[in-house]
């Protein structure tokens, strides 16, 4: 094991070492992907454009006394008007969804592999 070692708040821990530049190589681009922002429902504009492949959650930073109120739906106060939407409690559902799908894949795939427990 090549992994230093490294004491971080009286806990010990092997350090892994990052490749960034291969990382960053095996990166894919979503053409025509892009972030917008809304406010009251009326478009903010397009915050991101073709972004790298994968997931994306939404996050609000704040400075010191900063307050802000985030609407992530179902019921919408504002909804946006120029374009479809699905509130985040949607992505949850579609979570189940296609970790069913996978569960089914894997029954399929390996049915000789399976024991049975009956």
Same mark, same amino acid.
């Given at each position: 094991?090549?992994?230093?070692?490294?004491?971080?708040?009286?806990?010990?821990?092997?350090?892994?070492?990052? @490749?960034?530049?291969?990382?960053? !190589?095996?990166?894919?681009?979503?053409?025509?992907? /892009?972030? &917008?922002?809304?406010?009251?429902?009326?478009?903010?504009?397009?915050?991101?454009?073709?972004?790298?492949?994968?997931?994306?959650?939404?996050?609000?930073?704040?400075?010191?006394?900063?307050?802000?109120?985030? @609407?992530?739906?179902?019921?919408? !106060?504002?909804?946006?008007?120029?374009?479809?939407? /699905?509130? &985040?409690?949607?992505?949850?559902?579609?979570?189940?969804?296609?970790?069913?799908?996978?569960?089914?894949?894997?029954?399929?795939?390996?049915?000789?592999?399976?024991?049975?427990?009956?």
């Amino acid at each position: 094991m090549n992994q230093p070692l490294v004491k971080f708040k009286s806990h010990l821990y092997f350090e892994d070492k990052d @490749n960034v530049s291969e990382s960053e !190589r095996a990166l894919r681009t979503a053409k025509g992907s /892009k972030i &917008m922002t809304y406010k009251n429902g009326v478009c903010s504009g397009v915050a991101f454009s073709d972004l790298f492949e994968g997931t994306y959650f939404p996050a609000i930073s704040l400075y010191k006394n900063a307050t802000v109120t985030a @609407n992530f739906g179902p019921k919408f !106060r504002f909804p946006p008007k120029q374009t479809e939407y /699905k509130p &985040m409690s949607a992505a949850a559902e579609q979570a189940h969804i296609e970790y069913a799908l996978a569960d089914i894949v894997y029954h399929v795939v390996n049915e000789d592999n399976i024991p049975d427990f009956l």
